[in-house]
């Protein structure tokens, strides 16, 4: 079975309420990037709302404090770990990590709850912390990964492409509660 998912900038804006008024998108995908340049800073910090990274091989991402402007953030396929240090990014609402290395959902979970209060879309899709069909792993633990995201992640609408229904959310409140912090 092959799934493939297309999503239109307009399908994701008007799913997760993005109404920016000054939009501005930067695709810098598959550059072999490790980090952004000076130029490219200098140039698209104060007015990116989106920024799509996807497949390079960045290891510093504290370049993306200066994005103050910043909604979506795609960084697909860049074999970032789960300790995962991103900037403080409050106007940040859809995150993809699809296809990177993280492997701890608690952590990477922990870093989005500090970073990224306002995340309302999040894709860990073909990540070892994220048991789906893609990656082998069973129904139940697939469940189980989306309510233990869904109890610590409160704003959050759409998980892996997969809308959040007010019963999932109900069971993650009864299983998970409110749960402290887990760094580790």
Do not use: M
């Not at 799913?15 to 000054?22: A, F, K, N, R, W």
């Not at 609402?93 to 500090?114: C, F, G, M, Y």
């Amino acid at each position: 079975l092959c799934l493939s998912v297309v999503v239109t900038v307009d399908y994701l804006k008007r799913l997760v309420g993005i109404e920016s008024q000054t939009e501005a998108r930067l695709s810098l995908g598959f550059r072999d990037l490790e980090r952004l340049s000076e130029g490219t800073i200098k140039e698209w910090a104060n007015k990116a709302t989106w920024l799509d990274l996807s497949d390079n091989v960045l290891t510093d991402l504290s370049d993306l404090r200066h994005f103050t402007l910043l909604e979506c953030l795609i960084l697909d396929g860049n074999g970032l770990p789960s300790h995962l240090k991103l900037p403080f990014l409050p106007n940040l609402r859809v995150l993809w990590l699809n296809r990177n290395k993280i492997d701890n959902i608690s952590t990477i979970i922990d870093t989005l709850v500090e970073f990224v209060p306002n995340i309302s879309e999040l894709s860990l899709l073909k990540n070892p912390c994220c048991p789906n069909y893609l990656t082998g792993g069973k129904p139940s633990e697939y469940t189980d990964y989306r309510l233990y995201t869904i109890s610590r992640l409160q704003k959050l609408l759409v998980l892996d492409t997969e809308t959040v229904t007010e019963e999932e959310r109900a069971k993650a409140q009864q299983l998970y509660g409110d749960l402290p912090f887990s760094k580790a």
